[in-house]
Each structure stands twice: as structure tokens, then as C-alpha cells.
């Protein structure tokens, strides 16, 4: 899917209406995601770093999500074999992506999708693929200087839905979503974001900016991370 297809349609928010970009939207000079650095670091993995643009709040201002606990899940899906990601489909917020291997900047952090790819995935190509046993971290933008990106909407997922990854192996990957939470940067906690779940499941993460734009440090206030896990197969 184009970006211009990813992002033409009012998207969707927490209170069900779509929310407006203040006048005079900026790129982000800062680092958004330094407490996302400084935590896989202290977790032993290598970083993220996503710069995200437009200032005005974004989604994902929201506590902490969690799993419900009348919500029932699948059982997990043995872990596959590795092999890289070439799309990731989360019908509930209408995303057909493209996903691209991402290297680490010269700050050791992930390298965010190009900025002026805003409808681009990022994996962590150092790290576990998806599907394989482990942890695999995508990363997306929140927005641009003018627009809603990839994962604007991440915050709205709940737990009990599905997010696809398309890898190269023809195989399709399918997880459910269990957990979805917004940390704030003054309370991240590495372990909570990207500690596993269980040790033997293949999880995924998918993660980007959220709560509001700060416009004295040109970054977020926190970020959404959504878990998921493997619990089936396509091809």
C-alpha cells in the first residue's frame, strides 16, 4: 500500500474522532526515543531511535492498557524457523506496509524508516526475525510535519487482535495481540517493553512515539509499545 493510501482516511483515536495538526507542524531536531535508548541498553539489546514530526498530540495519551482479564487468547504457535520480514498487515487499523532492515545510526540506535517514507516499517535487522523464537522489534513512524504515518494508530489496537508479518520464506506469520501500553519517558521501564513474556515464544513488538508533543525538546512524552505473540501460521 502507498503512503498516500496508508494515510488518506480520518484516523481512528481513542475517543472516536479524528484529531486536528496545530498550525506550523516541524520535523523533531531532538531525540525522541532517548529513554528508549538508555533502556536496551541497560536490557542488553542494541536501540531505537524514531524521530517523529507534526506538533500537536498524537495518539497514545492514554494509561497503560494492559490485557483485560476477560479477554481469552490462542495458545502460542511453536516458533519457525528464521527469515526476514517483507510486510506487516494489521487489518483492524488498515495497515499494508512495506517493512525494511534497519542498521544502527551512529548514536546505536535503530535506524527509523526514511522520513519521507512515512507508510515504511522498520526492523531491527540485527535482532530476532518475526516469527523466529525471541523478541523481534518493528519500528514506525507516529507522523510527519503534515500528516498521520504508519502507526499513528497504534495505540487503539486491544488485546485479542491480529497482526500479520509477510516474510520471505512465503510464510505468513500470525500474531495476537496481548498487551498494549503507553510508557511515559519519566517511568520507562526496559524490562516491561522489551523483556519477553515467555522465553519460549516467538513475540513481536511494535513500537513508536505517542502521549503529546513537547515543543521546548521537540519530542514525545512517552511511547506506544504493543506486544503480541505467535499463534499461527498462513502461507
Known amino acids: 500500500m502507498s503512503e498516500q493510501d496508508t494515510r488518506d482516511t480520518a484516523p481512528r483515536t481513542q475517543s ?14 531532538g531525540i525522541a526515543w532517548a529513554v528508549l535508548l538508555l533502556g536496551l541498553w541497560l536490557w542488553g539489546r542494541e536501540a531505537t ?14 494509561a497503560a492498557a494492559g490485557r483485560p482479564p476477560d479477554i481469552p487468547l490462542p495458545p502460542a504457535h511453536a516458533p519457525l524457523g528464521a527469515a526476514p520480514p517483507q510486510r506487516l498487515d494489521v487489518p483492524e487499523l488498515g ?9 544502527l545510526d551512529g ?6 524508516p526514511p522520513f519521507d517514507q512515512p507508510g515504511t516499517v522498520g526492523w531491527y535487522a540485527a535482532g530476532v526475525t518475526p516469527g ?11 507522523d510527519t510535519e503534515t500528516r498521520p504515518a504508519v502507526f499513528y494508530e497504534l495505540s487503539t489496537l486491544e488485546p ?5 508479518v509477510v516474510r520471505d520464506d512465503a510464510e505468513v506469520a500470525e500474531f495476537t495481540v496481548d498487551d498494549v501500553q503507553v510508557l511515559t519517558r519519566d517511568g520507562f521501564d526496559a524490562q516491561q517493553a522489551y523483556g519477553p513474556r515467555d522465553t519460549e515464544r516467538s513475540e513481536l ?3 513508536t512515539c505517542g502521549g503529546t508533543f513537547d515543543r521546548t525538546t521537540d519530542t514525545y512524552t512517552a511511547n506506544v509499545v504493543v506486544s503480541a505473540y505467535l499463534t499461527g501460521t498462513a502461507s
Do not use: F, N, Q, W
Open 205 to 207: 513488538r511494535l513500537i
Open 160 to 164: 485479542g487482535e491480529t497482526i500479520r
Open 95 to 103: 495497515i499494508d506496509a512495506p517493512v525494511v532492515a534497519r542498521g
Open 16 to 29: 472516536g474522532t479524528a484529531p486536528t495538526a496545530a498550525p506550523g507542524g516541524r520535523l523533531v531536531t
Open 107 to 112: 548514536k546505536g540506535a535503530i535506524e527509523p
Open 132 to 142: 523466529a523464537a525471541g523478541t523481534a522489534l518493528l519500528v514506525g513512524h507516529v
Open 49 to 62: 531511535d524514531v524521530r517523529e514530526g507534526i506538533s500537536r498530540p498524537a495518539t497514545g495519551d492514554m
